[in-house]
């Protein structure tokens, strides 16, 4: 089943965190119509090789003409308005930057297969379950009811102050026809009715500027009150689903709808701040003894105008942390003289402010740290659904300054994927009349010089955004605080999801929790940074971070097909391993990840011997040196072992706990496996094909391979030869031999 047809088989709260990511940029019609195509496809590979980028672009826009063509033959109508729309807007949009698709779509992908990982997850972590508290989905709904209602008292306020100068335009024009009268005029009883018509007029002109003053000031309450106790609040749980995500965890939504309210609540100040200059110029026009304008104006602009320049301190955001797209599942980790990206945004999208608000981007220099590249760019609205009004860095490099002095980064003894770092954002917004200075951070980055160091740095960046909420301690590794266990293990099956497409089971985690704390279960606890990245484990001489992050190289670059199959095990102890094994038919195995061997697979299978007694067998670990030979399905496949008098055979019969061979892994086998064809007595002509065959020799006496995993170069004919000429025995003679192959 494609990827896509079971991500359309989720339940309704999966599928709100699928319709999330998809947008004008990749529509979801071209996910559903092209589905099989674009998972076939290596976008990953794409998003850092612009040719093969530029490939899949132009491939991409033949796909949809080509479903354009189908469609326009079944007459559909609406169909072929948006497939010709959305090719428009491909095209226009990633033309001249043919990679940012592909990352785009890659995102996507891996996004799918997070969420896929964690709908078939028995329960939810404690972040995730944080995050998707339902007081927060309550608080979200609470804040944009009441951002409508301030709107809709400000509008009301406005027809309040439009009356108002309806009522004292009146009043003026009857008062100068007063004034115009004769003497005589005066002294009637027309005029004395007037003068008490216009004394009525007065004190409802005073009233009803009583009333809209009050009514002001109640919106300014109010929307302080929104401002600070929810509109905020709502904006700090959005970055910490951010630092969450940038980790691996779910994908953080939310920001159009705070763009919605950000930008609602800055029309309405402005507004009301329009009504209250004009309220100004009326009373400048006429006042009056007890004239509530002059009293109460000038305090009600001033809370006003605060308001205005507290919103948009806050909305200013980074809305994509920085990243190298060479690394993307590896955000806020930076090497010196490599491009990375970083996206700006503006939460209050007005439409006088586009191409008016330019950014400029720094590094904190005390550091010696500065960015190559252009560092000062415009905001602009973009073309899309949402219409944010954003800058995106692409093309920035930090690069360090040697300096004669010595030392660099943080203070202290720390190693250099420990010292932390803040890029920062300045601009300025002048906008009616008023001139507002903003800044805003990213969160802290690690720069690091050489690729090996990604490791350590990530395992940083992992530790302070599960450990802490403050988006600038860049002394936190000053004294770094323990995290709790459940939370960390959360992470940790984060990174399998979204790094190589499978979160881990509860089994899998237990197995982890055991590892770091000798302990069964992972439900409370805690671990220091030490323990997880700086200690070596027991009687090891690597760390448990070490330990993990090589696993995942392996299964990133050797294994990917087979682990999101669910067909290794992984993380199992060999007690638990030998427990599920012992009660199976012989020849029954299970994959599970090396406890010695950085970055090592092995198999275990089970066998019976002559009197019953029941035997495990484990392959020494396969490391990525001997995959990047033969492909580890092909080995599964084609293992032999020669074992005392017996004819080599293969002992892998079924997976646990009772899957054929063959019908787990056949799709993955990358070839059909060579047939044994006897020598001719002519002979055969050209070179005789070979292939690499894995073989072990287990002695009658022993339970492990004498010699196992050995990959022996040898065809199968050569095999065949030898084994009509010489006895298992010699052969196994010969291959422990000082002088055979190791």
């Not at 950000?262 to 009056?288: D, I, N, P, V």
Request: overall charge negative.
């Amino acid at each position: 089943m494609s990827q896509w047809n079971q991500v359309q088989q989720l339940e309704i709260k999966f599928l709100e965190q699928v319709d999330q990511f998809y947008d004008d940029n990749f529509p979801m019609e071209i996910r559903h119509l092209l589905a099989q195509w674009i998972e076939n496809q290596d976008w990953e590979a794409a998003s850092n090789n612009e040719t093969m980028a530029t490939i899949l672009l132009q491939n991409l826009l033949i796909q949809l003409d080509e479903q354009l063509g189908r469609v326009s033959k079944e007459k559909n109508l609406l169909l072929i308005h948006n497939l010709k729309r959305i090719r428009k807007v491909l095209q226009g949009k990633f033309h001249g930057n043919p990679m940012h698709v592909a990352v785009v779509i890659s995102n996507c992908l891996r996004e799918e297969r997070r969420i896929l990982a964690a709908a078939n997850m028995p329960v939810q972590g404690p972040l995730e379950k944080s995050l998707q508290s339902s007081s927060v989905s309550e608080r979200q709904r609470n804040v944009e009811h009441k951002v409508a209602a301030i709107k809709n008292s400000v509008q009301m306020t406005e027809q309040d102050t439009k009356y108002l100068e309806d009522l004292q335009d009146e009043f003026d024009y009857r008062y100068k026809t007063i004034q115009t009268m004769d003497q005589s005029d005066k002294n009637s009883a027309m005029m004395n009715q007037e003068v008490l018509t216009l004394q009525e007029m007065l004190n409802s002109l005073d009233f009803k500027r009583k009333e809209a003053l009050s009514k002001m000031t109640q919106i300014i309450y109010e929307t302080d009150l929104l401002m600070n106790n929810m509109l905020i609040e709502e904006l700090q749980d959005w970055k910490r689903r951010q630092q969450i995500a940038c980790i691996g965890g779910p994908l953080h939504n939310g920001l159009d709808q705070l763009q919605n309210c950000f930008t609602l609540l800055a029309e309405s100040l402005f507004q009301l701040r329009r009504q209250l200059e004009k309220l100004e110029e009326q009373s400048t026009k006429m006042t009056y003894e007890g004239d509530p304008i002059p009293v109460q104006r000038t305090h009600m602009l001033e809370r006003v105008t605060f308001l205005i320049y507290n919103l948009f301190k806050n909305s200013f955001v980074v809305e994509r942390q920085p990243c190298m797209p060479t690394h993307p599942q590896r955000p806020l980790v930076l090497k010196t003289l490599i491009q990375f990206t970083v996206k700006l945004r503006l939460l209050i999208k007005l439409p006088e402010l586009n191409y008016q608000v330019k950014v400029k981007a720094s590094i904190d220099n005390n550091r010696r740290f500065v960015l190559c590249g252009t560092n000062v760019k415009a905001m602009s609205i973009e073309e899309s659904s949402s219409g944010s009004l954003s800058v995106e860095f692409r093309h920035l490099q930090p690069k360090e300054m040697k300096s004669s002095a010595g030392g660099k980064g943080n203070e202290g003894c720390h190693m250099v994927t420990e010292e932390l770092h803040s890029i920062t954002f300045e601009t300025q917004i002048c906008l009616y009349g008023l001139t507002i200075d903003l800044e805003t951070s990213s969160l802290p980055v690690v720069m690091i010089s050489n690729v090996s160091q990604l490791p350590n740095a990530w395992a940083s960046i992992i530790w302070y955004n599960v450990s802490t909420n403050d988006s600038q301690n860049l002394v936190f590794f000053n004294n770094p605080p323990p995290a709790t266990l459940s939370q960390l293990l959360e992470v940790m099956s984060w990174q399998f999801s979204s790094y190589v497409g499978r979160g881990l089971n509860s089994d899998q985690l237990n197995m982890l929790a055991e590892k770091l704390t000798v302990q069964s279960s992972y439900s409370d606890g805690h671990l220091t940074w030490a323990k997880f990245c700086k200690e070596h484990l027991p009687g090891k001489s690597f760390t448990f971070w070490t330990w993990l992050e090589a696993i995942l190289d392996l299964i990133k670059k050797h294994i990917l097909p087979l682990w999101i199959d669910g067909y290794v095990m992984g993380f199992v102890s060999k007690e638990k391993e030998r427990l599920l094994l012992k009660d199976k038919m012989p020849g029954t195995f299970l994959l599970r990840f090396s406890e010695s061997h950085l970055g090592g697979i092995t198999f275990t299978w089970v066998d019976h011997s002559e009197n019953g007694e029941v035997r495990f067998h484990s392959v020494e670990p396969y490391n990525k040196g001997r995959l990047s030979a033969l492909p580890f399905a092909d080995i599964l496949r084609d293992y032999k072992v020669i074992m005392a008098e017996n004819i080599p055979e293969n002992p892998l019969k079924y997976l646990y706990p009772d899957i054929p061979k063959d019908k787990a892994f056949g799709k993955h086998y990358s070839s059909q496996p060579c047939e044994v064809s006897r020598p001719t007595e002519r002979g055969d002509k050209g070179y005789v094909p070979s292939v690499f065959i894995p073989i072990s020799t287990i002695r009658s006496d022993s339970m492990e391979p004498h010699s196992p995993s050995d990959l022996l170069p040898m065809s199968p004919s050569v095999y065949a030869v030898l084994r009509e000429n010489l006895s298992p025995t010699t052969i196994e003679t010969a291959m422990k031999s000082p002088y055979s192959a190791e």
